[in-house]
């Protein structure tokens, strides 16, 4: 399969555990999205990056959320500290220098 | 603001009742709208970019059509495999993110 894959697919946290999710894109895409989606609503932007450098983040985005992607390949997203309104699908998209953009299967995040 | 909004929010149909759902935007400067499919518990699935008025795309059973103010989304002579969210996104001029609607709904009952 030659699309974008993300890991874990589920992941169960207590409020205040710090969590890791990855996302390898495809493989000739050079621009990797983050979003975050909860029930009922579409996809909100997070971040961006073009290769390595990050080049935009949303105000959704606090200081507790960091995302990296070392060398411009896979993509990691951290959330410290979680509280419960972080529980929500965490979806990674990329794109090859143009505007469609192509979604993994999503994170879906559940913070007791 | 820029903003995308879709309706209905929910639609029901029989199999083989065709309908459309729509999808209308305030961006400045439209540079492409993206119709997704998204089915539950998984990502969006790219259907089709429409990149100026009058434009149109066809897959199977799905037509995309595209104005200045709004887009369609036609399906013809639905089946049960059809139901899923679908979801429409417009890029922001000079950034590269996606605004989404909130979706709608498709059930298609045998």
């Known amino acids: 399969d030659t699309g974008v894959s993300q890991d874990p697919r589920h992941k169960i946290t207590k409020r205040g555990q710090n969590v890791t999710f990855r996302c390898d894109p495809i493989?000739?895409?050079?621009?990797l999205y983050w979003y975050r989606q909860t029930l009922g609503q579409g996809p909100e932007f997070l971040t961006y990056?073009?290769?390595?450098?990050?080049?935009?983040k949303s105000r959704l985005l606090s200081d507790r959320f960091s995302a990296e992607r070392p060398k411009g390949s896979f993509s990691t997203l951290e959330i410290q500290r979680t509280e419960q309104g972080d529980s929500a699908m965490y979806l990674c998209?990329?794109?090859?220098?143009?505007?469609?953009?192509?979604f993994g299967p999503g994170t879906r995040l559940t913070v007791l | 603001e820029d903003q995308v909004t879709q309706s209905p929010e929910a639609l029901r149909l029989q199999e083989g009742e065709s309908s459309s759902l729509n999808c209308s935007y305030t961006?400045?400067?439209?540079?492409?709208l993206f119709w997704y499919r998204q089915d539950p518990g998984k990502g969006p699935e790219f259907l089709f970019t429409?990149?100026?008025a009058g434009e149109e795309k066809e897959k199977e059973r799905l037509k995309a059509t595209l104005t200045k103010k709004e887009s369609f989304l036609h399906i013809t002579a639905p089946k049960p495999e059809d139901s899923a969210t679908y979801l429409c996104?417009?890029?922001?001029?000079?950034?590269?993110?996606?605004?989404f609607g909130q979706g709608t709904r498709l059930t298609i009952n045998p």
């Open positions: 998209a990329s794109s090859l220098s143009g505007y469609e953009q192509f």
């Open positions: 493989s000739e895409h050079n621009r």
């Open positions: 990056f073009q290769n390595e450098a990050q080049l935009e």
């Open positions: 961006v400045s400067g439209l540079r492409g």
């Open positions: 429409l990149y100026s």
């Open positions: 996104a417009v890029p922001i001029q000079g950034a590269q993110k996606l605004v």
